[in-house]
Nanobody
C-alpha cells in the first residue's frame, strides 16, 4: 500500500486547508484511516481517525470542532478539512491506514505534507 498525502501549504491564522490522502497498490477499504502530525522538535501526535465502516470518527481535543475527517465512498481516499487554523497547527501531517484506529495500529504511512499557519 502506498499513501500519498497532499494539500498542505502556508495559510494565515483563521484560514483553512483541505488535506487529501490517496491510497494505491491495494485496497484499504477495510482499514481505519487516520491523520497524525509532527511539529518541529515534538513527537508525532494523533489528529483524527475514521473507522473503516465510517460509522465513527475521533479527534484530538486540540482540533475538535475545527477539523473534519472523511473518506470517499470507495474508501480509497481520505480527507482532512481543517478550518479556523491556528499557528499551533503548524506541522507535517501524515495519513495512515491500519487495523486499529490509533497510532500503534496504523500499518501503512504516507509521506507527510507540510502545513504552516502564520499568525
Amino acid at each position: 500500500v502506498q499513501l500519498q498525502a497532499s494539500g498542505g501549504g502556508l495559510v494565515q491564522a483563521g484560514g483553512y486547508l483541505r488535506l487529501s490522502c490517496v491510497a494505491s497498490g491495494r485496497t484499504v477499504s477495510n482499514y481505519h484511516m487516520g491523520w497524525f502530525r509532527q511539529a518541529p522538535g515534538k513527537e508525532r501526535e494523533f489528529v483524527a481517525t475514521i473507522w473503516w465502516s465510517e460509522s465513527t470518527a475521533a479527534y484530538a481535543d486540540s482540533v475538535k470542532g475545527r477539523f473534519t475527517i472523511v473518506r470517499d465512498s470507495a474508501k480509497e481516499k481520505g480527507y482532512l478539512q481543517m478550518n479556523s487554523l491556528k499557528p499551533e497547527d503548524t506541522a507535517v501531517y501524515y495519513c495512515a491506514v491500519g487495523t486499529s484506529p490509533n497510532v500503534h495500529g496504523m500499518r501503512y504511512w504516507g509521506k507527510g505534507t507540510h502545513v504552516t499557519v502564520s499568525s
